[in-house]
């Protein structure tokens, strides 16, 4: 039941950061020669952290499971 809701939170918070991020970078498109505004860079990469690493605690504990199995 736990695990549910531990999903089901970083689901809703890389949602929420892909679509920030996507606002943000409408709202302030880059232009040429300047560089991207730094909230940008700060919210792609809570993006990144809340994506990769519970991808990659799945993966692992996929793998640990398949390697217990009979």
Known sequence: MLVKWVLLF?????AGL????KLIGWLNPP???RPRPPLLGRVE???RWSVLVP???ALALLGFT???AP
């Open 31 to 33: 232009r040429p020669g």
């Open 55 to 57: 991808a990659a605690l």
């Open 45 to 47: 990469r809570a993006l």
């Open 18 to 21: 892909f679509i920030l991020s």
């Open 66 to 68: 398949l390697l217990r």
């Open 10 to 14: 970083f689901g809703a918070l890389a």
